[in-house]
């Protein structure tokens, strides 16, 4: 190729767009969860240990016959962490290379466009996924018309469909157990006003996108990290190993789930509520994490006493990132809190939470261009398409060192209804 439209050309710009600060800025926007939690891109191995300890030594007493009768080391355990892989792969049309080989312009617009979609895409999946329960589920059916039209919820998924994008459905939306049904549909439209999508095919089989089952991505059935909703449930988990760990043997390592009593007449006396029970725990709650709705309920029940303050990102080397977000402060028994809204955050879920217990760990950057040995390129010739493919991926997982410093409340609907 003449010109700017040159392969090594393509592996400097390609580079530019998926390394170093631009590409975490970039992951960074619109995602809170991306932006605020700590980054450990040392991962390596099958396992990596994460220790911690839940309970302090026993052997405590006025007496000194039984302080060392009752001596015990502290509680001490580690999660074994292991990863989870997500991947954005794109291709570069030679036709379009070409066509632009005279124009170096349009031909650095051509890659910039190309890296830039693949990186929000990737963004997009994970965001969301760093709220889930490691399923992968990304909504629910709620009618199938039998004519290729499915309608879901919650409203808000919406935001993770787009046309083209490939999906097949399951029964369940657990991170273990059940199976995933083997129809893959590609989707051809989507209203995200009246929450529907229809199918290339023009069919979604009743029999198999029935009614209350839940649509996963292509491929993605089970496989995604475990989000904020794995570490912090709704409820007491089951004694089955979490990343390696039986959580329950302290309330500690599962986080503290609050609904509403009639005691809390609205959100903020619900946060209130939620604060004391998690520092009850041990926990310094410095940020809340909710779903735009209720942040518009809180604004709405403080008025002019809203304080208003804004929160940066951080960048895997520890440094301060260019993107931040707009908080409202919140008083709670640990002290200030920053409360951020994220279209991510489930509607009726409310996420208090320690920040400097939660770390993204990954093998490498996150996400990072995907070479082989001594291959410096950052495309693969293409075996069936005229083009050229682009690579991204990462290995990584979502975890937390301390649980109990955290907490989530389950939001009642009337909180809402003056928002909806």
Not at 169 to 194: F, K
Not at 364 to 380: F, H, V
Request: net charge negative; aromatic share 10%; with cysteine.
């Amino acid at each position: 190729m003449p010109s700017y439209a040159t392969l090594s050309n393509v592996d400097k710009i390609l580079k530019e767009y998926t390394e170093g600060t631009g590409r975490e800025e970039l992951m960074a926007v619109q995602a809170p969860t991306l932006a605020l939690f700590k980054k450990d891109t040392g991962y390596g191995g099958k396992v990596k240990p994460l220790p911690f300890e839940y309970a302090p030594i026993a052997g405590i007493s006025p007496s000194f016959p039984a302080a060392q009768a009752s001596k015990e080391d502290a509680s001490e355990d580690a999660w074994q962490i292991t990863t989870d892989d997500m991947y954005a792969l794109w291709s570069l049309d030679h036709k379009a290379m070409w066509m632009t080989r005279n124009d170096k312009l349009a031909f650095i617009e051509l890659v910039e466009a190309r890296a830039k979609s693949a990186m929000m895409g990737f963004r997009k999946v994970v965001a969301q996924a760093s709220y889930g329960n490691g399923s992968g589920w990304l909504a629910q059916i709620t009618a199938n018309d039998g004519a290729g039209t499915l309608t879901l919820s919650p409203n808000g998924s919406m935001r993770i469909f787009d046309k083209g994008m490939y999906i097949q459905p399951s029964l369940v939306n657990t991170a273990t157990g059940g199976a995933v049904i083997n129809d893959i549909q590609q989707i051809a439209t989507v209203n995200r006003n009246t929450r529907q999508i229809t199918a290339v095919s023009g069919n979604f089989p009743i029999a198999n996108y029935a009614v209350n089952s839940y649509v996963f991505l292509r491929g993605g059935f089970q496989r995604y990290v475990k989000g904020i909703s794995a570490w912090v449930p709704d409820a007491t988990p089951s004694a089955t190993a979490f990343f390696g760990v039986n959580r329950l043997q302290d309330s500690r390592l599962y986080g503290v789930s609050y609904t509403p009593t009639a005691d809390d007449a609205n959100a903020e006396e619900g946060l209130i509520t939620l604060g004391e029970k998690v520092h009850e725990q041990g926990g310094e709650s410095d940020l809340l994490l909710c779903h735009p709705a209720f942040k518009t309920a809180v604004r709405k029940i403080l008025g002019n006493k809203v304080e208003y303050d804004k929160l940066s990102g951080t960048r895997s080397d520890g440094s301060t990132a260019e993107i931040s977000f707009r908080t409202i402060k919140i008083a709670l028994d640990s002290g200030d809190v920053d409360m951020i809204s994220d279209y991510n955050c489930p509607r009726n879920r409310a996420y208090l939470l320690q920040k400097d217990t939660w770390t993204w760990v990954s093998a490498g950057e996150m996400p990072m261009r995907l070479k082989y040995g001594d291959d410096d390129k950052n495309y693969a010739r293409h075996g069936t398409e005229n083009a050229m493919e682009a690579r991204l991926g990462a290995y990584f997982q979502l975890a937390c060192t301390f649980p109990g410093a955290n907490g989530v409340m389950l939001v009642p609907d009337e909180w809402l209804a003056a928002v909806a």
